[in-house]
């Protein structure tokens, strides 16, 4: 039971929660907001209501109100969410400091360095040239 209550209190699941009660609600704003552009829309098309919109007999209305959600929808997650995220974490990249090199990796570039050394003056053989 102790490992049941350990995996329900874990930081990752309550942040899903979280972020699916929010997606839950943030998709009703979404679809309030769309059935306000569908309105002015409607009003500029003089169409009374564009989801009952009609082509030729095909009920069209379904699909553009669905695709106008969608497209309204991703922009409003780049622009208030991914968009600041991207910000933030290249922030958060910029201040961390770097990281001092390992003693093999100052190893490796003294031997490149000599190497290029050795290749620039003639007559001096690399010795690991034969490996």
Known sequence: ???????????????????????????????????????????????????????AGINIGAFVTALITFLLTAAVLYFAIVLPYNRL?????????????????????IRDLLRSQAAARPGVVDPDAGR
């Open 1 to 55: 039971m102790r490992g049941f209550k350990d995996f329900l209190m874990r930081g990752n699941l309550i942040e899903l929660a979280v972020a699916f009660i929010m997606g839950t609600v943030f998709a009703a704003v979404v679809t309030s907001f769309t059935a306000i552009i569908l309105d002015v829309l409607g009003l500029i098309v003089r169409v009374e209501s564009l989801s009952g919109l009609q082509v």
């Open 89 to 109: 974490t290249a922030l958060r990249k910029a201040e961390e400091p770097v990281a001092p090199p390992t003693s093999e990796e100052l190893l490796t570039e």
